[in-house]
């Protein structure tokens, strides 16, 4: 008889998103006659950019001639692409990071989720409370976590950095001394940030204690800050101690085209096995390569007229941000956030629960956001929305709230 891996039954409920859009589409079922705005999941609504769309254009052209076709791609990502990414996201940055550091994906969202698997089990995982769940979740499924208190809303055997308004929603060195420490800045889903001392910090700490960092900078390009590092690679010794994980969807609108890559240093390393070896290893058994068409995309989005083009986009989104914030903070709401990410982290009104106040803002302003207790229990008492929306939408959303 086969059996499950029970590591599963330890989650509580469904995936956050998963349970926010069944109860938008409850609620739309039974009032069809209301127009709902979205400002929950951080999806893009802006089109994607002209240079990159003609990219694809040609590359499909491409696959429909004998000789251009293209099959397989290399699995670890094309070297156009690759050198692309080294160029715009690294040198620009006087970051040293080579191309063969570089693994091209189909998201952050699965580099995120996989990564864990290079990883003993016996290693113990430190995160920022709130956290984006996938660090979490992830770990759980592997098996590296104890079971799921409910009292606590946390699960054994992790150790959870709590990120609270006095301390500007930046976590702590811990207490206890972590081996793989997962960090988000920009962070989602608070959208607080570090600056470079800060970060630096907590790559001498995890070269200290010999721990590795697993860095999200998927909102980098939303930074609007000078201070605030775009990459870890920024910080010295970062080689020794950094994984780095970055998505096109948020600042190149993939979302719905799927694009991402990981940074491995090669000088990371566990005694004298190389991590940038395992997971070339894990990603040649278990993935064929983003596709072609979608690579060629994503080399657009490191060309001048692309790179105009998304800064615009950003720019557009963080306007949303800022009469996301502003709106708030004008109806009275404790805002922080939408500074240098496209999230905006409000206290609930009133000592509403996170969920408390998702249900009244859906019921009562036809508005969806994300519970902050939906990201861990210190998120309790807030709420997240993000500013991707359109700015009709934001502009309406925002005149709904004020007149709560
Ligand atoms: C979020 O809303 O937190 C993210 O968009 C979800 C994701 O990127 O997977």
Known sequence: MFKINENYLKLPGSYLFSTIAKKVKAYQEANPDKEIIRLGIGDVTQPIAPKIIDAMHSAVDEMGKAETFHGYAPDLGYDFLRNAIVEGDYKSRGADISADE???SDGAKCDSGNIQEIFSLDNKIAVCDPVYPVYVDTNVMAGRTG???SDTE????VIYMQCKEENNFAPQLPDKTPDIIYLCFPNNPTGSTINKAQLQEWVDYANKVGAVIIYDAAYEAYISEQDVPHTIYECEGARTCAIELKSFSKNAGFTG???????????????????NSLWARRHGTKYNGAPYIIQRAGEAVYSAEGREQ?????????????IIKEGLQTAGFTVSGGVNAPYIWLKTPDKMTSWEFFDYLLESANVVGTPGSGFGPSGEGYFRLTAF????????????IKKL
Do not use: H
């Not at 998304?310 to 800022?322: E, S």
């Open 154 to 157: 946390m699960f054994e055997n």
């Open 102 to 104: 570089i693994f091209v």
């Open 147 to 149: 079971n799921y208190n």
């Open 257 to 275: 085209v799927r694009l991402g890559y990981t940074v491995v240093p090669k000088d990371l390393k566990c005694g004298d096995v190389c991590l």
């Open 310 to 322: 998304i800064k615009k986009q950003v720019a557009y989104y963080m306007n949303n941000a800022k």
């Open 389 to 400: 929306g359109s700015y009709e939408n934001t502009i309406a959303a925002i005149d709904r």
